[in-house]
Every structure is written in C-alpha cells, then in structure tokens.
C-alpha cells in the first residue's frame, strides 16, 4: 500500500516512525512533513488547507490510505471532499468525516453530546454576545475560578481559566463582543473548574467497535513545577502511574463504552481515532474535551509502545474488522520531553543549527519544528524535538532521555527538566 500522513509534527513523524515498519507498507509520503520524516518517507510541500492539492497527490502517487495527524483538515471536511470524488472513492482516511469532528471543532457541540449520554463532565453554559448579560449573572452565580473556552478551534489558545469574576466578564467580553479569538469565540462555553490530575486516553473505532491504545499524561506549561504559559506540550510519559486498574475501568465504563454507544446511538459515522481529554476528581473521570486524532506530544509516547503492526490495525479500521484485531502493547514505559526554541510559546527565532542528533543511540529523536535545509538540520517552529525513550519504569526512560539531551544543542534551546515529576 502507498500511504499519505498529512501533517508536519512530532506526531506525524511518530506515525511515519510506526507506519515505515509494517509489512504493508510500500511507499510512505508525508505531507508537508519535516526533516524527520524527510529520512524515511517523501516528503511532500501541500499546504494542508488545499483539498485539491491532497486529492491530485492521491491521484499521481496512487494512495490507498490517508492518515490525517491535525484536527483542522478534519474539522474542515476533508474525509468528504475525498469521498465526494468518484476517482478517489476508494481512499482510505483515518479520521473522521466534519460532522464527527464537530466532537473537537465545537464544545458546545462535544458537551451536548457529554449530557445526552451521561458521561461525567464539568457543569456549564453557553453564551453568545446577544447574551452576555446572563452569562454575567452566570459567572456571579459560580465558585471561582472560572473556566472560559472558546467553542471554536482556537489553536490551543482558546481557554482561559480566572480567578476574579470581574476579569472573567472583561475577558468574556473581549471574546463575545471584541472577537478576541476570532470566529471561534462567536459562543463561549463557561463550566465549572474541576481541580484534580489530567491524562490523555486514546481509543480507535472502526464505527461499530473499538480498541484501547496506551494512555499517556502530558505535561503542558513552559515552566517547571507546571508553572508560567500553555504551550502545545513539553512532555509526555506513558502509562501514568496513576492509571490503575480499578481507575481504568470507571474510565472505560463511564467514558469510552457510553461514547462509542453514544456515537452510533445518535448515526454519527466515525472512523479513526478518539482522544480523550480526562481529569481524575475524587477517583471519577471527567471529560475535559475530545479531540478527533491523536495527540501531540502523547503520539510520541503512546505510538512507541505498540508492538503490533500499526498498519493492519488501521487496515482492520476500514474495513469494519476491527473486533478480530488483535493489539499488543510493549509493557516497557515511555518518556518524551521536547527541545523547544528560545521564547516559546511567545516569539522565537527560527533557523537555528540543531547539533548532536546523529550522536543519539539510545532515544527516538521525532522531529517537530525543524527542516532539512541545504545540508543542516535547523529550527523551523517553537517545539523542534521531542526526544523519546523506552525503560522499564518511567524514572529510567526519564533519565534516558535527559542523558540524550545532553548531547544536542542549538541556539538559545529551552526544555522543561522535571518532565514527570509529579509521577
């Protein structure tokens, strides 16, 4: 099979990773991709916004399976677009059509569905600005702090939690009435704060039914002790240690059978994969948020230690076969901690000379950020690699990593050194 990953990050370098080992494989493209995946697939220079583009590299590189690794080509329709051309009916796409992805294109189209189907998730309501002022009286009827979002994708940027409730309505108001996040912040969606540990479950779905891939908590804040801004993720280690069996199974009875049962009770066509986006409150699980793909830095982690063939699984996803699939998972841990530019995630330089990479041997380097260019590897984004390593604990796949850290180095890099920490 020739097979297409859309995408350009460390995620998408994870899949080529996985993707490259399957007996299946024939030829392996990468669309835009980066110097990573640049090693050991065809990288290919599609703006992922060009549908067109993407159904003629179907065509002139006779693809039988898209993957697609970012929400936006998904939220924007792009498994219809491929469906709705004769020549390329046939195509495979891992992910779901745009009304499935409504799940991450719109929370308040996610907490709908949360509510009709009974699965745990934070108390909330959604505003628009013809309401702002109920929304006020809700934000003065609630127990700070307070938890804005954006119903929209807002590039990760699009939550805020606060505090005072006077800066809450400032900030309501510069998101309702000021359009401070664009068309994603036409309704906002305000909900209660849930205090308690967060983790990332993931689960794959042929539409009928699903199989549970390895679970991961990723580390999101710029600072150590999980202080200063939101970044697109510092880290990730896989399994949490947290995660126990009687845990697990409150997660798979409440959350994952109820959404699964939810999604074919309510017709909504979904094939691929399904984040779940928990926080763990007094021993239940909560919903957060669901994403439509995987995510990014948890592929990093949780794509390593499938030992079966990635392929055949998502082979098995298309064709309604999953139930007879079989997935094995190492039972070796899993550690990544990202290399990100000086700056990030406010502004940075890009075109940084990154050093040291070809000395690594005992991590898996997945390129993020970065790009091949004349004869050098160099910065080309905020995160620009996430160094993976395997170990029979998460303390020894920590350490591996940090040990190969030490060995890379470009202008001005920045990491966080207590990547699981907390664990």
């Not at 074919?264 to 948020?289: A, S």
């Not at 995987?294 to 230690?305: A, F, N, Q």
């Given at each position: 099979?020739?097979?297409?990953?859309?995408?350009?990050?460390?995620?998408?370098?994870?899949?080529?990773y996985k993707i490259k080992q399957s007996r299946l494989c024939k030829n392996l493209y990468v669309a835009p991709g980066n110097s990573g995946t640049r090693e050991i697939a065809t990288n290919l220079q599609i703006p992922l916004d060009q549908f067109n583009l993407v159904a003629e590299a179907i065509k002139n590189y006779k693809i039988s399976m898209v993957i697609v690794g970012p929400e936006i080509p998904l939220v924007n329709g792009l498994k219809d677009f491929i469906a709705s051309h004769k020549e390329l009916k046939d195509t495979i796409v891992i992910g779901p059509n745009k009304h499935a992805a409504q799940l991450e294109g719109s929370k308040d189209f996610a907490k709908d569905f949360l509510n009709r189907h009974n699965i745990p998730t934070a108390s909330h309501r959604t505003f628009t600005a013809k309401t702002i002022k109920a929304a006020f009286s809700y934000i003065d009827s609630m127990t700070p702090p307070y938890v804005l979002k954006a119903d929209g994708l807002a590039a990760g940027k699009g939550v805020l939690i606060i505090d005072n409730p006077d800066?809450?309505?400032?900030?309501?108001?510069?998101?309702?009435?000021?359009?401070?996040?664009?068309?994603?912040?036409?309704?906002?969606?305000?909900?209660?704060?849930?205090?308690?540990?967060?983790?990332?479950?993931?689960?794959?779905?042929?539409?009928?039914?699903?199989?549970?891939?390895?679970?991961?908590?990723?580390?999101?804040?710029?600072?150590?002790?999980?202080?200063?801004?939101?970044?697109?993720?510092?880290?990730?280690?896989?399994?949490?240690?947290?995660?126990?069996?009687?845990?697990?199974?409150?997660?798979?009875?409440?959350?994952?059978?109820?959404?699964?049962?939810?999604?074919?009770?309510d017709n909504i066509n979904y094939q691929g994969f399904i984040f779940f986006g928990l926080i763990k409150v007094n021993g239940e699980p909560y919903v957060i948020e669901y994403n439509v793909r995987m995510g990014d830095p948890e592929s990093e982690v949780v794509l390593p230690r499938i030992k079966s063939d990635l392929l055949e699984l998502l082979f098995s996803v298309s064709n309604g076969e999953l139930s007879n699939h079989q997935i094995v998972i190492d039972d070796k841990k899993a550690a990544t901690v990202f290399l990100v530019s000086g700056g990030y995630p406010e502004q940075y330089e890009k075109g940084k000379e990154i050093y040291g990479l070809d000395t690594i041997s005992d991590s898996i380097l997945f390129h993020a950020g970065a790009k091949y260019e004349n004869g050098k590897v160099k910065t080309n984004g905020g995160r620009v690699i996430a160094v993976t390593s395997m170990g029979d604990s998460i303390k020894k796949a920590i350490s591996k990593s940090y040990e190969s850290i030490n060995k890379i180095k470009f202008d001005k890099m920045n990491y966080r050194k207590d990547i699981g920490f907390d664990l």
């Amino acid at each position: 099979m020739n097979i297409l990953i859309l995408g350009s990050g460390g995620r998408e370098h994870a899949f080529a990773y996985k993707i490259k080992q399957s007996r299946l494989c024939k030829n392996l493209y990468v669309a835009p991709g980066n110097s990573g995946t640049r090693e050991i697939a065809t990288n290919l220079q599609i703006p992922l916004d060009q549908f067109n583009l993407v159904a003629e590299a179907i065509k002139n590189y006779k693809i039988s399976m898209v993957i697609v690794g970012p929400e936006i080509p998904l939220v924007n329709g792009l498994k219809d677009f491929i469906a709705s051309h004769k020549e390329l009916k046939d195509t495979i796409v891992i992910g779901p059509n745009k009304h499935a992805a409504q799940l991450e294109g719109s929370k308040d189209f996610a907490k709908d569905f949360l509510n009709r189907h009974n699965i745990p998730t934070a108390s909330h309501r959604t505003f628009t600005a013809k309401t702002i002022k109920a929304a006020f009286s809700y934000i003065d009827s609630m127990t700070p702090p307070y938890v804005l979002k954006a119903d929209g994708l807002a590039a990760g940027k699009g939550v805020l939690i606060i505090d005072n409730p006077d800066e809450a309505k400032t900030e309501l108001n510069e998101m309702l009435v000021k359009s401070k996040f664009g068309e994603a912040s036409k309704s906002v969606v305000i909900e209660e704060f849930l205090d308690g540990i967060e983790l990332s479950c993931f689960a794959i779905t042929d539409g009928k039914d699903y199989k549970l891939l390895p679970s991961a908590k990723d580390y999101k804040r710029i600072g150590e002790g999980d202080t200063g801004l939101n970044t697109g993720g510092m880290g990730a280690v896989s399994p949490p240690t947290f995660l126990t069996e009687d845990f697990f199974r409150k997660v798979e009875k409440k959350v994952i059978q109820p959404t699964i049962d939810g999604l074919i009770k309510d017709n909504i066509n979904y094939q691929g994969f399904i984040f779940f986006g928990l926080i763990k409150v007094n021993g239940e699980p909560y919903v957060i948020e669901y994403n439509v793909r995987m995510g990014d830095p948890e592929s990093e982690v949780v794509l390593p230690r499938i030992k079966s063939d990635l392929l055949e699984l998502l082979f098995s996803v298309s064709n309604g076969e999953l139930s007879n699939h079989q997935i094995v998972i190492d039972d070796k841990k899993a550690a990544t901690v990202f290399l990100v530019s000086g700056g990030y995630p406010e502004q940075y330089e890009k075109g940084k000379e990154i050093y040291g990479l070809d000395t690594i041997s005992d991590s898996i380097l997945f390129h993020a950020g970065a790009k091949y260019e004349n004869g050098k590897v160099k910065t080309n984004g905020g995160r620009v690699i996430a160094v993976t390593s395997m170990g029979d604990s998460i303390k020894k796949a920590i350490s591996k990593s940090y040990e190969s850290i030490n060995k890379i180095k470009f202008d001005k890099m920045n990491y966080r050194k207590d990547i699981g920490f907390d664990l």
